[in-house]
């Protein structure tokens, strides 16, 4: 195929991405908003208000990036998960893997098309956030930088996930089971000096916390991890899945029957 076509393929997915979850935004767009400001209500204003600062800032502050986090992640993954499974699910995928169009295209559309969703939420939760505190950008083009190294790592994440899915129930194991837990456990609502020895160095065996902190180190400057190293993790894991991802379209493995 030539480049202008390659250029077509991925932006008619890219495209079809970004259609489908806008034409349901009720269900993809508003939901974690809606979450987002029980969040800010529950732990910023009422429990945050008891415990006081963490890190220096005040409560709220502290937990906003990490929330922010939290909605680009599950809604990264989710928007891949469900669309590429839907996509197998109903056979057009098919067509696709038939198609002239490389391996590397269908997946950089579907990642995009996550990638659109987890910033287009991103943004929405950090402008409702500002009626809860006020944020003050440290470093914008780290955020920037995590936010999408972010996106692209769980979109990728969700496309592993739903080859392997049989079943539509499938697809939500993995966020019930693994990236709920890890979520929670990855810094989001407090710092790991706070933890024991044993439990702080376990906690740095979490990938989401090197997310959490560096993102966190853009907006307020402080972080628990080096922030040099938590992209460094980050980029490694990118690579990771990403070769695992076309390993598994080139083979057909969980794709093909």
Excluded: H
């Excluded at 809860?132 to 769980?154: A, D, H, R």
């Excluded at 020895?197 to 959490?212: C, D, H, K, R, T």
Aim: overall charge neutral.
């Amino acid at each position: 195929m030539s480049s202008y076509e390659i250029y077509i393929a991925y932006s008619t997915i890219v495209r079809k991405e970004i259609q489908r979850f806008m034409r349901i935004w009720v269900q993809t767009l508003l939901p974690p908003s809606i979450i987002m400001v029980l969040y800010f209500i529950i732990f910023g204003n009422l429990i945050g208000s008891r415990i006081g600062q963490m890190g220096g800032f005040d409560y709220m502050q502290f937990i906003v990036p990490g929330l922010i986090m939290m909605s680009v992640i599950t809604n990264s993954y989710g928007n891949v998960v469900s669309s590429f499974y839907s996509t197998k699910y109903q056979g057009s995928l098919d067509e696709m893997l038939v198609s002239p169009m490389p391996n590397w295209v269908i997946l950089a559309g579907y990642v995009t098309g996550g990638v659109a969703r987890g910033l287009a939420v991103g943004t929405i939760v950090t402008s409702l956030s500002l009626f809860f505190t006020q944020l003050e950008i440290y470093n914008f083009g780290i955020i920037v930088l995590v936010v999408l190294m972010t996106s692209i790592l769980f979109s990728l994440g969700g496309f592993v996930n739903a080859v392997f899915a049989n079943s539509f129930d499938d697809i939500s194991i993995v966020p019930t089971f693994i990236l709920t837990p890890l979520t929670y456990l990855g810094g989001v609502f407090y710092s790991i000096d706070l933890l024991p020895n044993f439990w702080a160095g376990m906690s740095q065996l979490n990938p989401i916390l090197y997310m959490v902190n560096a993102f966190r180190y853009g907006i307020l400057g402080v972080s628990d991890i080096q922030v040099g190293y938590a992209l460094l993790v980050i980029s490694v894991f990118i690579i990771a899945l990403f070769s695992y991802c076309m390993y598994l379209l080139n083979t057909g493995k969980g794709i093909r029957k």
